[in-house]
């Protein structure tokens, strides 16, 4: 089959419910994106298998949840103020802006004038907004750019609480805002985001054997998503590119359709670089005290993150397939069944005979009682089930027909992957489905 191009997969996901443009009968607000129905289950198990793998398998990582807005003081100390910035030129002849270092200067993309460009000047992309009725200086705040700082300042108050032993982790999910000063690619940048992040704690000397455990944990991230190995590859990010605060960092890459190889997530080693600061500017002790009474210190940090928005759409682009099914094109998501945003669909073969319509309902609510996220489909005939259930990654169908009310009672179990049909008794029909 043919790669499915950017445009497939994005009108795929709009015909669906999976995702709309933001603000959409307005005309929209660019870089903004809402998850419709099957989008916000699809994201939802999604994170939940994050927290599920980083949080709840292991003992050393503690969830937090902080608040989006902080105290400025804390961008002020996380360097966020000062250097957390793109370059902004605008064009002299239709004044279009863009970022300095995505186009060729020498043209605007826009106009086409020539040489349109002054010296970019740095944008800061952090939202900026007051609290409370005065807009001073005082009440300025900004909606966090990342949710790194709300587990850097909570440091103190989860070893108070816990005192763990080092190494640990915190983990947290939510929503960060960049003002980008070009969101493009569907979700891949948007002004509005997710990130699944999280922060881990170790000794000076030991964060080379940590960052290298949790390189290793990225891929076993990729594939719990069920993403080919072949279409990511590592990119170590050279000492001019790195962010501001880190000492080594790799990110992950994944070869998106139409737009080829881009970042679905990084791995920092952030050295003591943001406790320390919080230490000085707070004026609050954030030493770890090791509990065999050595001098205590100050931790130094590795960070994996992962882009919510970025991770969905390497799952869409890798789950999206097309064959061919007796003489057909099809399309289906291939998704694996964790993040199946539903996971059986039940039907009555026809909708207007009543004793179909009686024991499809019965096996349809025993099948929700154990799956949750199992619908009743009975629009248009058996085929155009399939084809919309196959569209939306549905891993099962189960039909109930005449051989199921009349006959031994078994009804037909359709796989998404195979199309294959077979027959089971209605109350083995949990066991084949996983
Ligand atoms: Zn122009």
């Keep these: ?7 497939d997969i994005v009108s795929l996901c709009k015909r669906r419910g999976f995702l709309y443009q933001g603000s959409e009968i307005y005309g929209g607000l660019a870089g903004t ?70 186009i060729d ?8 004038q020539a040489d349109p460009f002054d010296q970019p000047r740095q944008f800061n992309l952090m939202f900026k907004t007051h609290v409370g009725p005065v807009e001073d200086d005082s009440a300025v705040t900004y909606l966090r750019p990342e949710t790194a ?20 982790g915190l983990a947290q999910i939510g929503r960060s805002f960049r003002n980008e000063i070009s969101p493009r690619d569907f979700i891949f940048r948007s002004r509005e985001f997710e990130i699944m992040e999280l922060e881990y704690f170790v000794s ?10 949790w390189r290793q944990q990225s891929w076993s991230w990729f594939d ?54 919080h230490q000085k500017s707070s004026g609050k002790n954030l030493q770890y005290q090791p509990k065999d009474k050595a001098d205590p210190f100050i931790p130094h940090v590795i960070e ?37 945003p539903v996971k059986v669909a039940v039907s009555p073969l026809l909708k207007n005979k009543p004793a179909l319509v009686t024991r499809a309902r019965e096996i349809y609510n025993d099948l929700k009682k154990s799956f949750g996220a199992v619908v009743w489909d009975d629009n248009g005939n058996i085929g155009k089930r399939y084809r ?28 998404r992957d195979s199309t294959e049909q077979r027959r089971f008794q209605p109350d083995g029909l949990a066991n084949q489905i996983h």
């Excluded at 089959?1 to 445009?7: A, Q, V």
């Excluded at 700082?149 to 032993?165: C, E, I, T």
Aim: charged share 25%; glycine share 8%; aromatic share 12%.
């Design 224 to 277: 719990l998503l069920g993403l080919a190995k072949t279409k990511i590859k590592e990119v170590e990010v050279q000492e001019t590119d790195r962010a501001h605060y880190s000492q080594r960092t790799i990110d992950f890459y994944y070869d998106f359709p139409s737009l080829g190889f881009d970042e679905i997530g990084g791995l920092a080693y952030r050295s003591d670089f943001d406790l320390k600061n």
């Design 204 to 213: 000076p000397g030991e964060w080379e054997k940590y960052f290298e455990l």
């Design 388 to 415: 919309r259930q196959d569209e939306i990654g549905t891993p099962y169908c189960v039909t109930i027909d005449f051989e199921t009310v009349e006959g031994d009672g078994s009804v037909t179990l359709r796989s």
């Design 105 to 112: 200067m020498h043209h605007c993309p826009t106009c086409g």
């Design 149 to 168: 700082q709300g587990m850097f300042v909570n440091f103190k108050n989860v070893v108070d609480s816990l005192y763990p032993d080092l190494p640990f």
């Design 304 to 340: 994996p993150t992962y882009g919510v928005g970025r991770n969905l759409m390497a799952v869409l682009a890798d789950a999206y397939s097309e064959d061919e099914v007796s003489g057909e094109k099809r399309i289906y998501l291939k998704l694996p069944f964790d993040l199946a």
């Design 33 to 102: 994106w809402d998850y419709g129905p099957l989008g916000v289950q699809l994201k939802r198990n999604m994170t939940e298998l994050w927290w599920q793998h980083f949080v709840e398998e292991r003992g050393d990582i503690y969830g937090i949840d902080s608040a989006i807005l902080m105290n400025q003081k804390v961008w002020q100390a996380s360097g966020h103020v000062a250097t957390f910035t793109d370059p902004l030129v605008e064009c002299k002849n239709c004044q279009s802006r863009f970022r300095a270092d995505k």
């Design 1 to 7: 089959m043919s790669s499915p191009s950017l445009e």
